[in-house]
């Protein structure tokens, strides 16, 4: 099994029709939810797009800090975690949020140990 699983969400999908048939506006993407129900017997577990919530979710969503294009269709977001938020917790699942607070894209992944000031990239 790979050490991590991403689906963009249906939400998100829906949307992205709608704005092609419709015209209608995409919403931007704005935070970053962590959270550490993503793995089960040390693998990230399945995901089937329609989620809107963390399994377990560990902290208030963050901001999102910066964003880059990897490649025309596919960029990479930035988040920080502060050095006191998440001390010594495991994170293996993450969101990306859009301004009315859906989920658009959702990931679990293997544990990362939370140390210190750390950089999360979606």
Same mark, same amino acid.
């Given at each position: 099994? @790979? *050490? %991590? /699983? +991403?689906? +963009?969400? /249906?939400y998100a999908r829906q %949307?992205? @029709?709608? @704005?092609r048939a419709e015209g209608t506006k995409l919403t931007k993407v704005v935070k970053m939810a962590f959270g550490n129900g993503g793995t089960k017997d040390g693998k990230p577990i399945s995901l089937d797009g329609t989620e809107q919530k963390l399994k377990k979710k560990l902290l208030v969503q963050k901001n999102i800090d910066s964003f880059t294009f990897m490649e025309p269709a596919k960029i990479r977001y930035t988040c920080t975690i502060a050095e006191g938020e998440l001390a010594g917790e495991v994170i293996n699942e993450l969101a990306l949020v *859009?301004? *009315?607070g859906k989920f658009t894209a959702i990931r679990t992944m293997t544990d990362k140990q939370k140390k210190r000031r750390h950089r999360i990239c979606f």
């Amino acid at each position: 099994m @790979a *050490d %991590q /699983l +991403t689906v +963009t969400t /249906l939400y998100a999908r829906q %949307q992205m @029709a709608k @704005a092609r048939a419709e015209g209608t506006k995409l919403t931007k993407v704005v935070k970053m939810a962590f959270g550490n129900g993503g793995t089960k017997d040390g693998k990230p577990i399945s995901l089937d797009g329609t989620e809107q919530k963390l399994k377990k979710k560990l902290l208030v969503q963050k901001n999102i800090d910066s964003f880059t294009f990897m490649e025309p269709a596919k960029i990479r977001y930035t988040c920080t975690i502060a050095e006191g938020e998440l001390a010594g917790e495991v994170i293996n699942e993450l969101a990306l949020v *859009d301004e *009315d607070g859906k989920f658009t894209a959702i990931r679990t992944m293997t544990d990362k140990q939370k140390k210190r000031r750390h950089r999360i990239c979606f």
